[in-house]
């Protein structure tokens, strides 16, 4: 194993390290905003409980001296697991370190600040690559209605112990009636309504649907919907046009029975790079499902610091995400590493609707 030293980024402090985390931009992320980050203690997370409390269950009519009805308190529902550790780094080899002291030689003031690109690169990517891994399993767990296998497709090392599974009610996986990828024979808006009356019908209330990029793509691209969204006149005409998503919500928020729906778009791309060097990219927000819920808060990322004290390595904290940097002596290289033991919990799981929308089982 390598032998620790300081970074062999002369000049280099905590507080640089701290400043550059600080500025990279993390708005591109949407866990943040449907899964927002939430400290627990004890490494451990956990959904809410009591989430099939039927809402609005009226009180009953009483005589004076009678005994009141009992009702039915909510079964209890939450799960529960250790939070996974998650970690990526990135190194500066023994020719990259010439090439960035033969800069600091040239540079008039030498500080390590205004050579910012031979180390900052390497926060931002350590800093993306947390936030990218948060990202891809709270859309794909989400997208799967509570289920996520880690393999070597998802994990570049086999971690099946974090393989998370919340047993989500078969009768809440359901179908579309009619292929939404079929332009002509699509019935969006039918299903939609067969949908939200089943929910109700469960005791829930939904507003949101979350679809990905492609799926908005055969809803905007359905005769059906185009036809819904387009004017009077244009329809008259018969010049009608493939409308935007905003123009499709104003259509479903007018249309009987649709509940005010809205459609939220996850359009995301994350790229994963395995073992041997390979890597694919992907929105971890599976085809052909659409999520029904009664809120855009679909969880929260819940995650815990390790506290830990060594004088050779800059270490700096964001939130959930720790930067740590330094040096090794053989072989001479300087290592960035990204790391957070978080994950994002799916706390509405069990008060959502998961449909397939091209017509097909679960």
Same mark, same amino acid.
């Given at each position: 194993?390598?032998?620790? !030293?300081?970074?062999?980024?002369d000049?280099?402090?905590?507080?640089?390290?701290?400043?550059r985390?600080?500025?990279?931009?993390?708005k591109?992320?949407?866990?943040?905003?449907?899964?927002? /980050?939430k400290?627990v203690?004890?490494?451990?997370?956990?959904?809410?409980?009591?989430?099939?409390?039927?809402?609005?269950?009226?009180?009953?009519?009483?005589?004076?001296?009678?005994?009141?009805?009992?009702?039915?308190?909510?079964?209890?529902?939450?799960?529960?697991?250790?939070?996974?550790?998650?970690?990526?780094?990135?190194?500066?080899?023994? *020719?990259e370190?010439?090439?960035?002291?033969?800069?600091?030689?040239?540079?008039?003031? %030498?500080?390590?600040?205004?050579l910012?690109?031979?180390?900052?690169?390497?926060?931002?990517?350590?800093?993306?690559g /947390?936030?990218?891994e948060?990202?891809?399993?709270?859309?794909?767990?989400?997208?799967?209605?509570? !289920? @996520?296998?880690?393999?070597?497709?998802?994990?570049?090392?086999?971690?099946?112990?974090f393989?998370?599974?919340?047993?989500?009610?078969?009768?809440?996986?359901?179908?579309t009636? #009619?292929?939404?990828?079929?332009t002509?024979?699509?019935?969006?808006?039918?299903?939609?309504?067969?949908?939200?009356?089943?929910?109700k019908?469960k005791?829930?209330?939904?507003?949101?649907?979350?679809?990905?990029?492609?799926?908005?793509?055969?809803?905007?691209?359905?005769?059906?919907?185009?036809?819904?969204?387009?004017s009077?006149?244009?329809n008259? !005409?018969?010049?009608?046009?493939?409308?935007?998503?905003?123009?499709?919500?104003?259509?479903?928020?007018?249309?009987?029975?649709l509940?005010?729906?809205?459609?939220?778009?996850v359009?995301?791309?994350?790229?994963r790079?395995?073992?041997?060097?390979?890597?694919?990219? %992907?929105?971890?927000?599976?085809?052909?499902?659409l999520?029904? #819920?009664?809120t855009?808060?679909?969880?929260?990322?819940?995650?815990?610091?390790?506290?830990?004290?060594?004088?050779?390595?800059?270490?700096a904290?964001? *939130?959930h995400?720790?930067v740590?940097?330094?040096?090794?002596?053989?072989?001479?290289?300087?290592?960035?590493?990204?790391?957070?033991?978080?994950?994002?919990?799916?706390?509405?799981?069990y008060?959502? @609707?998961?449909?397939?929308?091209?017509?097909?089982?679960?």
């Amino acid at each position: 194993m390598a032998t620790i !030293v300081n970074t062999l980024i002369d000049g280099l402090t905590s507080q640089m390290v701290q400043a550059r985390l600080n500025s990279v931009d993390a708005k591109p992320f949407l866990f943040g905003t449907h899964f927002p /980050v939430k400290k627990v203690n004890g490494f451990v997370w956990r959904t809410l409980g009591n989430q099939l409390a039927k809402k609005n269950v009226a009180a009953d009519l009483h005589t004076d001296n009678g005994t009141v009805l009992r009702k039915r308190r909510p079964l209890f529902e939450s799960a529960k697991g250790d939070i996974p550790f998650i970690s990526i780094s990135r190194e500066m080899t023994r *020719s990259e370190i010439k090439d960035y002291q033969t800069a600091r030689a040239l540079a008039q003031d %030498g500080d390590a600040i205004s050579l910012v690109d031979y180390w900052g690169g390497d926060v931002d990517f350590c800093f993306t690559g /947390v936030q990218s891994e948060l990202e891809f399993i709270a859309w794909k767990l989400a997208s799967n209605a509570g !289920v @996520l296998r880690f393999t070597t497709t998802t994990n570049a090392t086999y971690a099946n112990e974090f393989d998370l599974d919340y047993d989500v009610d078969d009768d809440m996986k359901q179908k579309t009636g #009619s292929d939404w990828s079929q332009t002509a024979s699509a019935d969006i808006i039918g299903d939609l309504v067969k949908l939200i009356k089943f929910a109700k019908g469960k005791g829930l209330n939904p507003k949101f649907a979350f679809i990905n990029q492609d799926e908005l793509y055969k809803i905007c691209s359905a005769d059906q919907i185009i036809k819904a969204c387009a004017s009077y006149l244009s329809n008259a !005409v018969g010049m009608s046009q493939t409308p935007d998503l905003t123009q499709v919500n104003t259509m479903l928020a007018k249309q009987a029975w649709l509940n005010g729906i809205q459609l939220r778009v996850v359009d995301q791309t994350i790229t994963r790079e395995f073992a041997d060097g390979t890597s694919t990219s %992907g929105n971890p927000f599976e085809n052909s499902r659409l999520i029904l #819920s009664e809120t855009e808060r679909l969880g929260s990322t819940q995650y815990d610091i390790l506290a830990e004290s060594n004088d050779l390595i800059l270490r700096a904290e964001r *939130s959930h995400t720790v930067v740590k940097k330094y040096g090794t002596c053989e072989p001479q290289s300087e290592i960035t590493i990204g790391q957070a033991d978080a994950v994002p919990v799916f706390d509405t799981v069990y008060r959502n @609707l998961y449909v397939k929308t091209d017509a097909k089982e679960w």
